[in-house]
């Protein structure tokens, strides 16, 4: 019965999660662009080619633009289906004139320096990655300080710091799950925070959070035991 | 206020710089601003400075014009045919070059400044004005001459990404021009180069008028290298064609403008509103709508019901966003913005929904779609 109940809430899990994490189903997407291009398509032979070679998807996806292309050239037409935002942006600053441009010149320039000389971030600070915590205990964004502050007070706050910045996602959790539970720590910090007036909500997230990450590290011990034997 | 003349003389300037790296010998500059004028008007200078520099790198006084063709492909690495050649030649009115039976005759030099300062000057100054508390002058020796490197090298920077193709735009190798500027700053030896590079990645994002300027002509500059690289003819486009046909925006364009912090939404805003100052008329698709909405209720559940923390949530730039959001808001307020983006595409920009036409579907052509798919996603 008991093997039954940690199968269930194991599959359950995991179905949820097999919704939820991926940002969409790989079907759908596709199908999504092939609607489009068909009614690029369809624009195309009723309309004709307009200015610029429009009617066009503006899309940032890569892949979409590569298989709009690679029709166009063993479909022989001439005409493509998708530009890049960034292309289409390019091709429009070589039209204007001062006109266009004034009044726009801070938007303008920042999308020129991002694009071509700073890098852009990749990896979450400490600060946002504590904000995540917090959603994730059930709190909200603002609460986001007191994770902090549980962090900063650990030994491992600059393992943590290091594991965001290399994205490494396996040695972010196990950090994460380390600081919460340490016992001591936690109960050392909960105590000095429960006097505190109107944060029972915040305490209480915290605790269960904590109680979460016991339970499953000991579930993850037992099953590598198991595993062992 | 910069002046034509000032630009000039710093990518004149830059001309030595880069004849001093021979590897970069292909990016040589010469330009002239086109933010004070009409977009012709400045193309037909840019090309009269291309003309200028190739004459005055002779040390004779007679040229052929096919030795000043051959000459601004070695300079400038783009085809400038004789008969183009010929054609500038014919405009000129400058009592120092005489031009008879394709033979250009040089009554002395051509005047071009090689003076950096004029325009440099201002941006340092501002620079400096902004974060002198962070420096010492007169420990950092060479402060000076580290800022001027650094914008030699974003000028270059800016030349590069605009030669790129539509298909690499994503391989822009943003973080080894991260390394260069690091590498001048540690050559320079500047005292704290981390944060002299913070500082000056936040200048270059900053409101300063100056630098707007600078950075806008340099694109504009870098757009007529383009143009004349692909052999298009400068002068005969016009953005007044009277048919503008529909743009359909993909779901990741509708999420660039929701995300501020995204690295493409300055780039997609700045895009929306020219088109939409061009006269197109943009909109997206039921079925783009629909995507969309997964994306949000998908990041929602991430949010709300997963009580990990995975991989995805830093994939999904929805959460990414919110998380960098300086504002602080919580979930439900960020959950409420992003599905109300139907009005902020109406009201900023412009753009409705569109009113998918009927059309009967072609089935083979889609097939076609799918197998492409197929092959590509292997």
Same mark, same amino acid.
């Given at each position: 019965m008991k093997k039954i109940k940690i199968f269930l809430i194991i599959y359950c899990r995991s179905t949820i999660l097999h919704y939820a994490e991926r940002e969409l189903p790989v079907k759908s997407a596709v199908d999504h662009d092939v609607y489009l291009i068909n009614l690029v398509n369809y624009y195309k032979h009723s309309e004709g080619n307009r200015q610029f070679g429009s009617p066009w998807i503006i899309s940032l996806h890569n892949q979409f633009i590569f298989v709009s292309d690679y029709i166009k050239t063993n479909k022989n037409l001439d005409y493509g289906f998708v530009i890049h935002a960034q292309k289409w942006f390019n091709l429009l600053m070589e039209f204007c004139d001062i006109d266009d441009i004034r009044g726009n010149e801070n938007l303008l320039t920042s999308?020129?320096?991002?694009?071509?000389?700073? $890098? $852009?971030?990749?990896?979450?600070?400490?600060?946002?990655?504590?904000?995540?915590?917090?959603?994730? %205990?059930?709190?909200?964004?603002?609460?986001?300080? +007191?994770?902090?502050?549980?962090?900063?007070?650990?030994?491992?706050?600059?393992?943590?710091?290091?594991?965001?910045?290399?994205?490494?996602?396996? @040695?972010?959790?196990?950090?994460? !799950?380390?600081?919460?539970?340490?016992?001591?720590? %936690?109960?050392?910090?909960?105590?000095q925070r429960e006097s505190e007036k109107g944060k029972d909500r915040i305490i209480q997230g915290l605790k269960d959070f904590q109680k979460k990450v016991i339970a499953e590290r000991i579930f993850i011990k037992k099953c590598c035991h198991l595993q062992v034997l | 206020m910069l002046r034509k003349l000032e630009l000039t003389k710093l990518f004149v300037s830059l001309k030595y710089y880069f004849i001093c790296f021979p590897s970069m010998q292909k990016d040589l500059l010469e330009i002239i601003p086109i933010l004070e004028g009409n977009l012709n008007t400045c193309r037909e200078e840019i090309h009269k400075q291309i003309i200028y520099t190739a004459l005055n790198s002779f040390d004779k006084q007679k040229i052929e014009i096919r030795e000043v063709s051959s000459r601004i492909k070695e300079l400038f690495g783009v085809n400038y045919p004789e008969e183009k050649v010929a054609h500038q030649l014919e405009e000129l009115d400058l009592c120092e070059i005489k031009f008879e039976n #394709?033979?250009?005759?040089?009554?002395?030099?051509?005047?071009?400044? @090689?003076? /950096? #300062?004029?325009?440099?000057?201002?941006?340092?100054?501002? *620079? %400096?004005?902004?974060?002198?508390?962070? +420096?010492? /002058?007169?420990?950092?020796? +060479?402060?000076?001459?580290? *800022?001027? &490197?650094? *914008?030699?090298?974003?000028?270059?920077?800016?030349? &590069?990404?605009?030669?790129?193709?539509?298909?690499?735009?994503?391989?822009?190798?943003?973080?080894?021009?991260?390394?260069?500027?690091?590498?001048?700053?540690?050559?320079?030896?500047?005292? #704290? $180069?981390?944060?002299?590079?913070?500082?000056? !990645?936040?200048?270059?994002?900053?409101d300063s008028e100056n630098k707007n300027k600078f950075i806008l002509s340099v694109h504009q500059y870098a757009i007529s290298l383009d143009l004349l690289n692909r052999s298009s003819?400068?002068?005969? =486009?016009? &953005?007044? !064609?009277?048919?503008?046909?529909?743009?359909?925006?993909?779901?990741?364009?509708?999420?660039?403008?929701?995300?501020? =912090?995204?690295?493409?939404?300055?780039?997609?805003?700045?895009?929306?509103?020219?088109?939409?100052?061009?006269?197109?008329?943009?909109? =997206?698709?039921?079925?783009?709508?629909?995507?969309?909405?997964?994306?949000?209720?998908?990041?929602?559940? %991430?949010?709300?019901?997963?009580?990990?923390?995975?991989?995805?949530?830093?994939?999904?730039?929805?959460?990414?966003?919110?998380?960098?959001?300086?504002?602080?808001?919580?979930?439900?307020?960020?959950?409420?913005? =992003?599905?109300?983006?139907e009005n902020i595409l109406r009201t900023k920009f412009e753009v409705e929904l569109l009113d998918d036409p009927c059309f009967e579907e072609d089935k083979d052509f889609s097939d076609y779609i799918l197998q492409v798919y197929d092959i590509t996603l292997c």
């Amino acid at each position: 019965m008991k093997k039954i109940k940690i199968f269930l809430i194991i599959y359950c899990r995991s179905t949820i999660l097999h919704y939820a994490e991926r940002e969409l189903p790989v079907k759908s997407a596709v199908d999504h662009d092939v609607y489009l291009i068909n009614l690029v398509n369809y624009y195309k032979h009723s309309e004709g080619n307009r200015q610029f070679g429009s009617p066009w998807i503006i899309s940032l996806h890569n892949q979409f633009i590569f298989v709009s292309d690679y029709i166009k050239t063993n479909k022989n037409l001439d005409y493509g289906f998708v530009i890049h935002a960034q292309k289409w942006f390019n091709l429009l600053m070589e039209f204007c004139d001062i006109d266009d441009i004034r009044g726009n010149e801070n938007l303008l320039t920042s999308a020129i320096i991002k694009y071509s000389i700073i $890098p $852009p971030k990749n990896s979450l600070t400490l600060d946002e990655y504590c904000k995540l915590l917090a959603n994730k %205990m059930g709190l909200e964004g603002a609460d986001a300080e +007191y994770v902090l502050d549980i962090i900063t007070k650990s030994k491992l706050k600059s393992d943590l710091e290091k594991s965001l910045e290399t994205n490494d996602a396996e @040695n972010i959790t196990d950090k994460t !799950y380390e600081i919460f539970a340490n016992v001591s720590a %936690m109960d050392k910090f909960i105590a000095q925070r429960e006097s505190e007036k109107g944060k029972d909500r915040i305490i209480q997230g915290l605790k269960d959070f904590q109680k979460k990450v016991i339970a499953e590290r000991i579930f993850i011990k037992k099953c590598c035991h198991l595993q062992v034997l | 206020m910069l002046r034509k003349l000032e630009l000039t003389k710093l990518f004149v300037s830059l001309k030595y710089y880069f004849i001093c790296f021979p590897s970069m010998q292909k990016d040589l500059l010469e330009i002239i601003p086109i933010l004070e004028g009409n977009l012709n008007t400045c193309r037909e200078e840019i090309h009269k400075q291309i003309i200028y520099t190739a004459l005055n790198s002779f040390d004779k006084q007679k040229i052929e014009i096919r030795e000043v063709s051959s000459r601004i492909k070695e300079l400038f690495g783009v085809n400038y045919p004789e008969e183009k050649v010929a054609h500038q030649l014919e405009e000129l009115d400058l009592c120092e070059i005489k031009f008879e039976n #394709n033979i250009v005759t040089l009554t002395g030099n051509i005047p071009q400044d @090689n003076n /950096i #300062n004029g325009v440099i000057d201002p941006l340092f100054n501002e *620079f %400096m004005r902004r974060y002198k508390k962070h +420096y010492d /002058i007169y420990l950092d020796n +060479y402060l000076k001459n580290t *800022f001027i &490197k650094c *914008f030699e090298q974003i000028v270059g920077f800016i030349i &590069k990404s605009q030669e790129i193709n539509e298909l690499n735009l994503d391989t822009i190798d943003l973080k080894s021009n991260d390394e260069i500027i690091k590498e001048i700053l540690v050559d320079f030896k500047v005292s #704290n $180069p981390d944060k002299f590079r913070s500082k000056l !990645y936040e200048f270059l994002l900053s409101d300063s008028e100056n630098k707007n300027k600078f950075i806008l002509s340099v694109h504009q500059y870098a757009i007529s290298l383009d143009l004349l690289n692909r052999s298009s003819d400068l002068y005969t =486009y016009s &953005k007044d !064609y009277p048919d503008k046909g529909i743009l359909l925006i993909d779901t990741n364009i509708i999420t660039s403008v929701l995300c501020k =912090y995204n690295r493409f939404h300055d780039t997609v805003v700045s895009m929306l509103s020219l088109s939409k100052k061009f006269g197109f008329d943009i909109r =997206y698709s039921r079925e783009t709508k629909n995507e969309l909405l997964r994306l949000i209720n998908s990041a929602d559940i %991430m949010m709300r019901v997963t009580k990990s923390v995975t991989k995805y949530e830093r994939k999904n730039e929805l959460i990414t966003d919110y998380l960098r959001d300086a504002s602080k808001p919580n979930w439900t307020e960020k959950f409420i913005f =992003y599905n109300s983006f139907e009005n902020i595409l109406r009201t900023k920009f412009e753009v409705e929904l569109l009113d998918d036409p009927c059309f009967e579907e072609d089935k083979d052509f889609s097939d076609y779609i799918l197998q492409v798919y197929d092959i590509t996603l292997c």
